[in-house]
């Protein structure tokens, strides 16, 4: 190996090491289309064998320790929910990752939840987020996830100004509520449901809020909620740059929020992103960002889908590692546009996978976590086993 080699190598294994991401437990569960819903036998029904599908990734890529819960799908009834989720925590070795409060699938959120103009629903949606609150407290949580399907489908129905001060009030009680190691990540989203105006659309909004909240708020960048030709990586160093950033959902798409595979449509996009994100913090940036994957997938199996994208985000995430970013320093202020250029995408185009192959031999891990899984018949395993519960269960219905 030569010294160059020796180095590349260090650098890759110090970038690895430092890289986890949250999975999220409805990505193991049976999800579908608004046009209906192909069930799948392996799929997780309940919060165990959520807890169970998502040990079963961490112990094939070492680096998924936590799992994102959604309040109404995981703790039905809240905090009451959590002895159980504590035991889970233990017997599967996977901590409760960050908590999504549930404010779009009540039947009184049709016209909104903490934007919503009965001040009785806004007041009710604000206590489902205390809760949320005090379920993290309860879990040793740190991040609440908030995202809201508030907006409106119709021009003039709803007046914009007054749901934005009432998110704000609503927004700021909720940060008084938290403790001080806990955050409120803001997501912001364009569109859908809602397809005329959306409460939280964008990062500027997000950022607002966020600053109106408190200092404990950030904002929460979901790859999959923006417009198509929207560059990203701008928005997260402006993010960076004004200390809001707080994590990301990760997930590609080809024309809106697709929830498809991390890196299956632009892998360069998210190359992009961890660059941003890499460079800020060799420029002496103090971050702490929470990397979450937002996917839930209708075709691919659950396990195998999620396996998949972890090892995508662990190869992007390398890939930016690699840039040489001391010399491409040197490239921007000569404004060299080619020799630039070409080294940031040359970056892009290493083949990182022998190296990754090292590191998780090295670490203990398979070497390649997709085949250790099929090897392993966990999937197999469980879809039996379900299928039998779920067979069991109609039949008594
Ligand atoms: C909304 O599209 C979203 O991205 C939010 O993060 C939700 O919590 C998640 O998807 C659930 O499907
Ligand atoms: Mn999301």
């Known amino acids: 190996m030569t010294n160059s080699d020796f180095a590349i190598r260090e650098k890759a294994f110090k970038a690895l090491d430092s890289f986890l991401i949250e999975i999220p437990s409805w990505g193991f569960a049976n999800t579908g289309t608004r046009f209906g819903k192909f069930v799948q036998a392996a799929a997780a029904s309940t919060i165990e064998e959520k807890f169970a599908d998502a040990a079963e990734v961490n112990r094939l890529t070492g680096v998924t320790p936590a799992l994102a819960l959604h309040v109404l799908w995981d703790l039905p009834n809240g905090l009451d929910d959590v002895g159980a989720v504590r035991e889970l925590e233990h017997r599967y070795g996977v901590r409760s990752g960050s908590i999504n409060?549930?404010?779009?699938?009540?039947?009184?959120?049709?016209?909104?939840?903490?934007?919503?103009?009965?001040?009785?629903?806004?007041?009710?949606?604000?206590?489902?987020?205390?809760d949320c609150i005090e379920i993290g407290k309860a879990l040793a949580s740190r991040d609440i996830s908030l995202w809201m399907a508030d907006g409106s489908n119709y021009p003039g129905t709803q007046s914009?100004?007054?749901?934005?001060?009432?998110?704000?009030?609503?927004?700021?009680a909720a940060h008084d509520r938290m403790l001080p190691n806990q955050r409120l990540l803001i997501e912001y989203k364009p569109f859908e449901p809602a397809f005329y105006h959306t409460d939280v659309a964008d990062w500027g909004m997000s950022s607002h809020l966020a600053r109106h909240a408190?200092?404990?708020?950030?904002?929460?960048?979901?790859?999959?909620?923006?417009?198509?030709?929207?560059?990203?990586?701008?928005?997260?160093a402006w993010l960076l740059h004004t200390g809001l950033l707080g994590g990301?959902?990760?997930?590609?798409?080809?024309?809106?929020?697709?929830?498809?595979?991390?890196?299956?449509?632009?892998?360069?996009?998210i190359f992009r992103i961890?660059?941003?994100?890499?460079?800020?913090?060799?420029?002496?940036?103090?971050l702490d960002i929470a990397f979450m994957i937002d996917q839930s997938h209708n075709l691919k199996g659950k396990v195998e889908a999620m396996v998949q994208t972890v090892v995508a985000a662990q190869e992007l995430f390398l890939k930016a590692a690699l840039v040489d970013r001391e010399?491409?320093?040197?490239?921007q202020r000569d404004c060299s546009l080619v020799a630039a250029e070409e080294m940031y995408r040359g970056a892009f185009w290493t083949d990182v996978r022998p190296l990754l192959r090292e590191w998780r031999e090295a670490r203990g891990l398979p070497a390649d976590p997709l085949a250790a899984l099929a090897a392993s018949g966990y999937v197999e395993r469980i879809a039996r086993e379900r299928e039998k519960r779920s067979t069991a269960v109609s039949s008594y219905a």
């Open 274 to 286: 961890f660059h941003e994100i890499l460079c800020a913090a060799s420029d002496g940036i103090k």
């Open 101 to 130: 409060p549930n404010l779009f699938q009540d039947q009184e959120y049709k016209f909104g939840s903490l934007c919503n103009p009965d001040a009785a629903i806004r007041e009710r949606a604000l206590q489902h987020v205390f």
């Open 327 to 331: 010399q491409l320093a040197i490239h």
């Open 214 to 236: 408190g200092p404990q708020a950030y904002v929460l960048v979901d790859t999959g909620h923006h417009y198509m030709a929207q560059n990203i990586e701008q928005i997260v």
């Open 248 to 269: 990301f959902h990760f997930n590609d798409r080809r024309y809106a929020d697709d929830d498809l595979t991390l890196g299956s449509i632009d892998p360069y996009q």
């Open 160 to 172: 914009i100004r007054k749901r934005i001060a009432w998110l704000e009030e609503a927004l700021r």
